[in-house]
């Protein structure tokens, strides 16, 4: 697993609010992200759909899965292997390298073509292809750009949103050795035919192809995937070895219950009524068929989230990945998703970083809310994200994980809270002080005992009396 | 223990459920009853909910009156486009006079250089305006996806209403799954630089539906 970069996410979020090429990236973005949802969600009352009881719909099959998921995953298994799959589980992000790595040595790969798959990115999985002489090319266009970049995604489903078009230019340039050209946006269709064009001769010469699974179908042993550009298609159909790497939380047990789910994904990510391709792949290739895999294996992943089953977390695993969440946060969109420092940006992120990397490593990201809960209101299986992240909070505490500062400082306070008449003394002082120290003004500039506090803001000041004391004043009166 | 045991056992401890049994027989139930979320009002006219869609999602739509008229109107439509006159053809179509329209075509799965892929398709579904593919010897997947352009016969017959519809019909007709159903919604599309929507990012930049009523 790469561990999350402890403790440094207020760097980080500094370093990000002060990139201007970022900040006009995601102000791009943000009414498009929010706009289309809303648009494809509105479109629903036209058929006689209401959204809330899909949601509800959504809900319960992932609450299904989750309740029995042993059950499901061995019925997944026996099915998987009866069409011809091979299927293996991997405990954490090293056994997924190990497996996908011995695969490939089994079948003489030297290059293998990728569509979206988080789980490669929990388990750094390119890193240790490449060490293993494998060549990993990430295909999903945004991917392709920072797979080049030498990035990670800074969005679920739109990896590459935080790169302007200058800097995919550079890097094309370099990447397919040409020089450097002054792009606008009427050129994007000529780059996308450029890296079409670069990456089509990659569909071809792979040995290997490795995806994800938006859905495991328990009842057929299928992984769906569900892609725009095509890329899933090509992994699945010209390699000879199709590698699926994907969580073990992923089960769904109907072909039903995928269509109820088709109907809130794609529109909860990107307002589309449906994906360009949604693909059900079952087993190998068939006698007489003259393409497709012959070879399928499932990598069934835990990483973390057996764990959470039974936990106050549970509900997190009902997550089916369509990134509403993040495209309705004021937070992420201050700060783009590299700000998060693992694979998971957004509110889904600050909830999942701690819970599979450890709570200890990802201290600040369940605090990285303004508990507005647009995230939760527009969660397609009505995950409730603040409340998931209070609940990391309290356990911070209940663990002793806060800093030694900070829990000297509420300690203090919950003293003085007990001794009423020392508190009224010292509030009364302290209104004063303020009132002083912001002289004509009705706001503080600069806070000299919290500084930071008061560096994107200012601190409001009241009239140098506590409420206690108007209180009494007007009883008066 | 292997991974397999330990991740199940782990499953198993924060479930914190007994019975196996009874749980394997209760998801068995669950999937025999094979029951529909919430379901969409349609309507009566497939078909022109169908075409509706198809064009939302920036595919072209023509009608013939019948599957014999296929080559003639796929002529046209390359001509029109100048889009020349050779194809890669699903090999359940080859049993159309192909020549007779001028065209050369080939009954294969598809390869880099071809530039038209002419298919059928096993149903289309009327909600989203979706053409459901299955994989086969007679319908191989790369027909529509390596070529630029895709042209798809559909059998006005065979528009359903929904993903669930489709499924149905794919039961009653078909014992088990193909290796890849796929379900496509008009050209390959990108939106990853700069949320500018370009078609044709890997699959097919052109799209065209030609519907046969007989
Ligand atoms: S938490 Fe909900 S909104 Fe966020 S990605 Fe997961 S399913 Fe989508």
Redesign the pocket.
């Known amino acids: 697993m790469t561990a999350a970069q402890p403790l440094t996410f207020h760097a980080r979020a500094g370093e990000k609010v002060r990139d201007l090429r970022l900040q006009a990236a995601l102000q791009k973005a943000r009414p498009l992200f929010v706009g289309k949802r809303a648009k494809g969600v509105a479109a629903l009352a036209e058929d006689g759909l209401d959204f809330e009881r899909l949601r509800s719909a959504g809900e319960e099959i992932r609450n299904r899965v989750l309740a029995d998921l042993d059950v499901w995953l061995e019925i997944f298994e026996e099915r998987a292997r009866a069409g011809g799959a091979e299927v293996l589980w991997a405990r954490d992000g090293k056994e997924i390298c190990d497996l996908v790595i011995d695969v490939a040595r089994r079948h003489g790969v030297s290059k293998a073509t990728k569509s979206k798959s988080m789980l490669s990115e929990e388990a750094d999985l390119n890193a240790a292809l490449a060490a293993a002489g494998i060549r990993p090319v990430e295909t999903d266009l945004g991917e392709y750009i920072v797979q080049l970049a030498g990035e990670a995604p800074s969005h679920?489903i739109a990896p590459a949103v935080h790169k302007s078009i200058d800097q995919v230019e550079a890097l094309f340039a370099r990447e397919h050795g040409r020089p450097v050209q002054p792009r606008s946006s009427a050129d994007i269709p000529a780059m996308a035919a450029e890296a079409r064009a670069v990456l089509r001769e990659h569909f071809l010469s792979a040995d290997m192809g490795i995806t994800g699974a938006n859905f495991l179908i328990a009842e057929s042993g299928s992984a769906a995937l569900v892609t725009n550009e095509g890329n899933g298609r090509m992994v699945t159909t010209l390699p000879k070895v199709h590698v699926i790497v994907t969580g073990i939380e992923k089960i769904v047990p109907t072909l039903e219950d995928f269509a109820t789910l088709m109907r809130l994904l794609p529109r909860?990510a990107t307002g589309q009524t449906i994906s360009n391709y949604v693909s059900l792949l079952t087993g190998t290739r068939r006698e007489g068929d003259g393409e497709g895999p012959t070879k399928t294996v499932f990598i069934l992943v835990d990483n973390g989230r057996a764990n959470l089953l039974g936990s106050p977390w549970q509900d997190?695993l009902?997550?089916?990945?369509?990134?509403?969440?993040?495209n309705h946060c004021p937070v992420y969109f201050s700060l783009g998703g590299h700000a998060y420092g693992w694979v998971y940006p957004?509110?889904?992120g600050s909830v999942l970083t701690p819970l599979l990397t450890g709570l200890e490593n990802a201290l600040e990201l369940p605090r990285a809310s303004t508990g507005c809960n647009q995230?939760g209101s527009?969660?397609?299986?009505r995950?409730p994200?603040p409340k998931l992240m209070h609940r990391l909070r309290e356990e911070q505490v209940v663990r002793g994980l806060r800093p030694r500062r900070e829990r000297l400082m509420i300690g203090a306070w919950a003293w003085l809270a007990r001794q009423p008449k020392l508190y009224r003394w010292l509030a009364a002082r302290a209104a004063r002080y303020l009132r002083w120290l912001a002289g004509d003004a009705a706001a503080i500039r600069v806070f000299g005992l919290a500084p930071a506090w008061t560096e994107g803001r200012d601190l409001p000041v009241g009239p140098g009396r506590t409420f206690h004391e108007l209180y009494a004043a007007r009883k008066r009166a | 223990m292997s991974s397999r045991d330990e991740i199940l056992q782990r499953v198993r401890a924060g479930i914190g459920l007994g019975d196996a049994a009874g749980r394997r027989a209760a998801a068995e139930a669950w999937m025999a009853g094979r029951r529909c979320g919430p379901q969409p009002f349609l309507g009566g006219d497939l078909l022109g909910r169908f075409v509706a869609r198809a064009e939302s999602l920036s595919s072209s739509v023509e009608r013939i009156a019948g599957r014999r008229s296929l080559p003639a109107s796929v002529a046209g439509f390359l001509a029109a486009g100048q889009l020349g006159s050779a194809a890669v053809i699903a090999p359940e179509l080859a049993d159309l006079d192909w020549a007779a329209s001028g065209l050369s075509v080939a009954a294969r799965p598809a390869v880099d250089r071809d530039t038209v892929g002419i298919t059928g398709c096993f149903c289309a579904i009327a909600e989203t305006g979706t053409l459901l593919l299955l994989s086969g010897a007679q319908t191989p997947a790369s027909v529509s996806l390596l070529p630029e352009t895709h042209i798809a016969l559909v059998d006005e017959r065979r528009i359903v209403g929904t993903m669930e519809d489709a499924f149905a019909l794919l039961r009653a007709e078909h014992g088990s799954l193909p290796r890849a159903l796929n379900f496509v919604s008009g050209p390959s599309r990108t939106g990853d630089i700069e949320q500018t929507i370009v078609l044709g990012a890997h699959g097919p930049r052109r799209v065209h539906l030609i519907l046969a009523a007989a």
Request: aromatic share 0%; with cysteine.
């Open positions: 679920i909860s997190m009902r997550c089916i990945r369509c990134g509403a969440c993040m957004g509110p889904m995230c527009v969660c397609p299986v995950i994200l």
